[in-house]
């Protein structure tokens, strides 16, 4: 499938993911019903190509949340992910884009939005379709220019890389599983079927006439204890309070649940993350250097462990045992508190896979994705810890 998708196409690709969700549970009560924009906002590879159109979600006056629908066959799912409880507004992120731009008086005809390292956004300014500058959405701090040499596969802190030219040879493999589910849900959802429906809007009961599905899955959240029946969900987003803390804020958000409360800065001066004056990120030669870091918090009390290439079976162990993890995904990381897995097909595709992820970006407020799609991202490396039973 070489052909980008349409407005049209990702509205109805969202309607279709986004009701299977709510149909199966995955997503709560407070998105049943919720307006899906049919344009949203484009976000661009650094190639110039675009990845995902954003749709806000919202009821009423009041908003939802978003969701991240592939238009690039490279992304090779459908949907990427939904994050609750933000609000994005193109309108608004354009007009302080602008005004950061003229405080470095550069002139430009053209911003768009662009995934810099992924999932991470910057606006892109361009005079004649050539760069000008690109600001990091919400800290607005110029983003460096791309590096001449290095691995696509350890992008630094802050540090743009291209998901297109990292998806290298790949590419071919992720636009056929895209283009095969996407042919799984027209053979379900004929043009007369979509006629008859609503796809303005999330809706399970919708979706239930055309869908046979038996309500078959596993999911957890992190608790204060594995009684999960007798309190709620525990766990705090903390938004990094540079745009190169990322691993210094999960790490603060890893430490909490421990009850272990540190401030950034000091978890920052352990992790030789400079100061908030002068802050820096963390080198991948230097990964090994978080599970010493996190024991010395500690007091040595947890055991801490490193993980390469982290796999499913890991992230829903660690998760059913009451455990969070730290999570690296090129050039950033964050925190998990959660999974979902359903356990049967619908339409004939594969289940959903998907990770609660508290991320500490945008800067100083961070958000929840409730759930990044386990089959899209790259994961490098996780923490995790225990703490030792006499």
């Given amino acids: ?18 009701s299977a969700l709510r149909l199966a549970d995955v997503l709560p009560q407070s998105f049943e019903r919720a307006r899906i924009a049919r344009a949203g906002t484009v976000i661009f590879d650094l190639t110039g190509v675009p990845l995902f159109r954003r749709l806000p979600l919202a009821k009423g006056r009041g908003k939802v949340g978003y969701a991240d629908i592939a238009v690039n066959p490279v992304m090779g799912e459908a949907l990427l992910g939904v994050t609750s409880g933000v609000n994005w507004n193109q309108a ?17 005809d053209t911003i768009r939005f662009v995934a810099y390292s992924f999932p991470k956004i ?42 297109v030219e990292a998806a290298g040879r790949s590419g ?3 636009a056929g ?70 691993v210094g804020a999960s790490s603060q958000m890893f430490l909490e649940f421990w009850r272990y409360e540190y401030s950034q800065t000091r978890i920052a001066n352990e992790l030789g993350l400079g100061t908030k004056a002068n802050p820096n990120g963390l080198p991948y030669n230097r990964v090994g250097d978080v599970p010493i870091a996190l024991e010395a918090l500690s007091s040595k009390a947890m055991d801490v462990v490193m993980h390469t290439n982290p796999s499913w079976s890991l992230f829903r162990g660690e998760i059913r045992a009451n455990r969070p993890l730290i999570s690296f995904v090129p050039g950033h ?58």
């Fill in 1 to 18: 499938m070489a052909e980008l998708l349409g407005k049209r196409q990702t509205q109805e690709l969202a309607f279709l993911e986004l």
């Fill in 122 to 163: 910057a606006a892109q300014f361009l005079l004649r379709g050539r760069e000008v500058g690109m600001l990091e959405l919400f800290s607005w701090q110029p983003v460096p220019e791309q590096p001449q040499e290095r691995e696509l596969t350890e992008p630094g802190n802050f540090e743009r890389w291209s998901y």
């Fill in 92 to 108: 608004e992120l354009r007009e302080a884009a602008q005004a950061a731009a003229r405080r470095h008086r550069w002139r430009f």
């Fill in 177 to 246: 599983r895209l283009e095969e589910r996407i042919g799984l849900w027209r053979e379900t959802f004929t043009p007369r079927r979509l006629g008859a429906i609503d796809m303005a809007r999330i809706d399970r009961t919708a979706l239930s006439r055309y869908v046979e599905l038996r309500p078959l899955w596993e999911t957890r959240k992190l608790h204060y204890t594995t009684r999960d029946a007798d309190h709620s969900p525990c766990f705090e987003v903390r938004g990094q309070e540079t745009s190169v803390w990322c």
């Fill in 333 to 390: 990381s964050r925190a998990v508190a959660g999974y979902y897995s359903g356990l049967l097909s619908m339409a004939g595709m594969p289940p959903f896979r998907g990770l609660l992820v508290y991320d500490p970006w945008p800067p100083n407020s961070g958000a929840i994705t409730q759930w990044e799609n386990f089959d899209l991202q790259t994961y490098q490396y996780a923490y995790t810890a225990k703490l030792p039973l006499v």
């Fill in 172 to 174: 071919a493999a992720r």
